[in-house]
């Protein structure tokens, strides 16, 4: 009398799959979990089976399918990395916040710096009133040219030029007016402002 086959064992035809192996062997291990001799013979045959299989498939005479070569062509692109915006904040306050290039921060810089030392420059009686006119003009052209949204950089203008006439003049209180003269240092904190509004809002 032969000796059963490794396929005999597991119960499954020699063309049998090799998902279909693996289901005779799971099944076959979970009828006879109490018969230790079986289960042994069970495992045996399995791994002679997968022996068999992989010099049929050195031999050339087995066929890997697609899917298991080319496992990456079947598998979908990973989705395009985007990163989380910080935690800790609100999103509106994330939005507003801009973290600006070097150049954004020297030119209005440069700019206000220049208006600072006109303002405070004996030039007339309007020279402080054409200053800030052209500080407030900056301030909306720099923010104007980062978002295109032309409404929000004049809002966010108009709340900058009222925050520094409010806490310049709040400020002015301290300073003696023999140092410099109070109008002149509500311009000078004004410009402060834009430029921050200008430089690190958008």
């Not at 005479?61 to 062509?73: A, G, H, L």
């Not at 600006?100 to 006109?118: K, M, N, Q, V």
């Given at each position: ?29 979970a ?21 068999d ?41 994330q ?7 070097r ?43 980062k978002e ?32 410099i003269?109070?109008?002149?240092f ?17």
């Amino acid at each position: 009398m032969s000796h059963p086959t490794p396929y005999q064992l597991l119960e499954v035809d020699e063309n049998a799959s090799f998902d279909e192996v693996q289901e005779a062997r799971t099944r076959l291990a979970a009828d006879c979990s109490t018969d230790p001799k079986r289960l042994e013979s069970i495992e045996a045959a399995y791994d002679a089976i997968l022996m068999d299989r992989l010099r049929q498939r050195q031999e050339g005479k087995i066929k890997v399918p697609e899917r298991i070569r080319f496992p990456e062509r079947l598998s979908p692109a990973p989705a395009s990395f985007t990163p989380s915006p910080p935690s800790g904040s609100p999103a509106w306050l994330q939005r507003l916040i801009d973290t600006p290039s070097r150049s954004d921060i020297l030119w209005p810089a440069g700019i206000y710096t220049g208006l600072a030392g006109l303002s405070v420059y004996p030039a007339g009686n309007n020279s402080l009133q054409w200053t800030l006119a052209l500080g407030v003009g900056s301030c909306l052209y720099f923010l104007n040219r980062k978002e295109q949204k032309f409404g929000r950089a004049v809002l966010i203008t108009v709340l900058g030029l009222l925050i520094g006439l409010l806490l310049g003049s709040l400020l002015a209180t301290l300073v003696n007016p023999a140092f410099i003269a109070t109008e002149k240092f509500i311009a000078l904190f004004t410009f402060l402002t834009l430029w921050l509004v200008s430089s690190f809002l958008r």
